[in-house]
């Protein structure tokens, strides 16, 4: 909200719009527990929002052979005339192993895009070795799907190759401070002419 706000603050009209889409009616419930916890978190604010799209949990549903899918894995938005429509990512960014390693190892959610100066800053980051990451390699697809899956039915078809490809990653960054950030920096990238993210420099801390 902050975020959104620094570059409003002379605007005399419009207003703050919302538009929550994801999830699904998943066994766990963890889908209707998230969207509980935002529509209470924008609730609490003190801005007057309004919400313009809710497609989530039941209604981004979709039931095949008894089980639950989402009918929407992904949106993006067209900035420019704020058009948001379906969408699927073929690249993930820079670092991507990077940032899923530190995901997979329980970080918590955060953005790494400064609008303001349109810059992806990552890291630093540190993990503790991940437990029996060896262990987890051997094991075939439908035990790394059951068990590092919040939803094993519903994951997208590259998912257990991403689990590996991380799992891999921490086996060889078993603690990432000194090899993947020297001087313990954040790595900057930018998006050149062509539209392309480029690694600009490091930055400390």
Same mark, same amino acid.
């Given at each position: 909200m902050n975020s959104i706000k620094s570059f409003s603050d002379h605007a005399q009209c419009g207003r703050l719009e919302v538009h929550l889409v994801g999830g699904?009616?998943?066994?766990?419930?963890?889908?209707?527990?998230?969207? /509980?916890?935002? *529509?209470?978190?924008? !609730?609490?604010?003190?801005? !007057?929002? /309004?919400?313009?799209?809710?497609?989530?949990?039941?209604?981004?549903?979709?039931?095949?052979?008894?089980? /639950?899918?989402?009918?929407?894995?992904?949106?993006?938005?067209?900035?420019?005339?704020?058009?948001?429509?379906?969408?699927?990512?073929? !690249?993930?960014?820079?670092?991507?192993? *990077?940032?899923?390693?530190?995901?997979?190892?329980?970080?918590?959610?955060?953005?790494?895009?400064?609008?303001?100066?349109?810059?992806?800053?990552?890291?630093?980051?540190?993990?503790?070795?991940?437990? /029996?990451?060896?262990?987890?390699?051997q094991q075939d697809d439908k035990e790394i799907l059951e068990n590092l899956s919040t939803s094993p039915l519903a994951e997208p078809p590259h998912f257990v190759e991403h689990i590996r490809s991380t799992l891999m990653f921490l086996k060889k960054y078993p603690s990432p401070t000194n090899t993947l950030f020297p001087g313990n920096k954040a790595l900057l990238y930018k998006k050149n002419e062509d539209g392309l993210w480029e690694k600009i420099s490091s930055l400390g801390s």
């Open positions: 699904f009616s998943d066994e766990r419930q963890l889908s209707q527990k998230l969207t /509980h916890q935002l *529509l209470s978190e924008f !609730d609490r604010q003190e801005d !007057d929002i /309004h919400l313009v799209t809710l497609c989530v949990t039941e209604l981004n549903d979709r039931e095949d052979n008894e089980n /639950h899918f989402p009918v929407i894995y992904g949106i993006a938005v067209n900035i420019k005339t704020a058009e948001i429509y379906r969408a699927s990512f073929q !690249d993930r960014g820079p670092e991507e192993e *990077l940032r899923a390693a530190r995901a997979l190892t329980g970080g918590p959610m955060i953005s790494i895009y400064d609008a303001k100066t349109e810059q992806l800053r990552i890291g630093p980051y540190s993990w503790m070795p991940f437990p /029996h990451v060896d262990f987890w390699l």
